[in-house]
């Protein structure tokens, strides 16, 4: 035993006094090893943790970095300034959509030229239908970003207006389905 510590007699309680003149680091000595094993254990294992998750981020904005460098100009110019993460996967989710929807299309002319299936549609009344699509499409645009951008609501009668300007625009070219209905 420790020679400034003086044997007491059992189960006499130690108090205030018992304790003037000792020296605090020896009573602190016996720690248990379960907390320090605990404490070595977190350390070791936020580490690798910690590791892991970096490596993780990494490939995710790697990946973000790619599919911006794979989206097409017009998309990369909607949008002013810098691409954040979460608008280069809108876009690029917009971006597959509208392929996906190409793709059906072109694939349902496939399937309908195999089996024989003529246009019925003329050339011209084709291109008019192509433009007409476009025109909507581009319309559809035009007030979405209007909506998201500038705040504008369908209740508003500067919208009213554009619309029934694209409206009017669209009966010129080609009398048929009504803009964005």
């Not at 496939?110 to 019925?120: H, T, W």
């Not at 192509?130 to 970003?145: D, I, N, P, R």
Request: proline letters at 5%; a positive charge; aromatic letters at 6%.
């Amino acid at each position: 035993m420790d020679e400034g510590i003086s044997r007491l007699p059992e189960r006499q309680l130690l108090e205030h006094r018992d304790f003037i003149g000792l020296d605090y680091p020896a009573l602190y000595m016996c720690k248990p090893k379960r907390g320090v094993k605990r404490d070595e254990s977190k350390e070791t294992y936020k580490l690798p943790h910690r590791l892991i998750e970096k490596k993780r981020r990494d490939r995710i904005n790697e990946c973000i970095a790619q599919l911006k460098d794979l989206l097409p100009e017009h998309l990369k110019l909607t949008t002013l300034g810098h691409l954040e993460k979460a608008v280069v996967l809108e876009l690029t989710l917009k971006h597959l959509k509208a392929l996906t929807a190409l793709t059906e299309q072109q694939h349902q002319k496939i399937i309908a030229l195999q089996n024989g299936e003529r246009s019925m549609k003329s050339p011209v009344q084709a291109d008019l239908d192509a433009f007409h699509s476009g025109f909507q499409t581009c319309a559809k645009e035009v007030l979405q970003y209007l909506s998201r951008f500038e705040s504008w609501t369908p209740r508003e009668q500067r919208c009213a207006q554009l619309l029934g300007h694209l409206h009017s625009i669209s009966s010129q070219f080609l009398p048929g389905p009504q803009l964005l209905s």
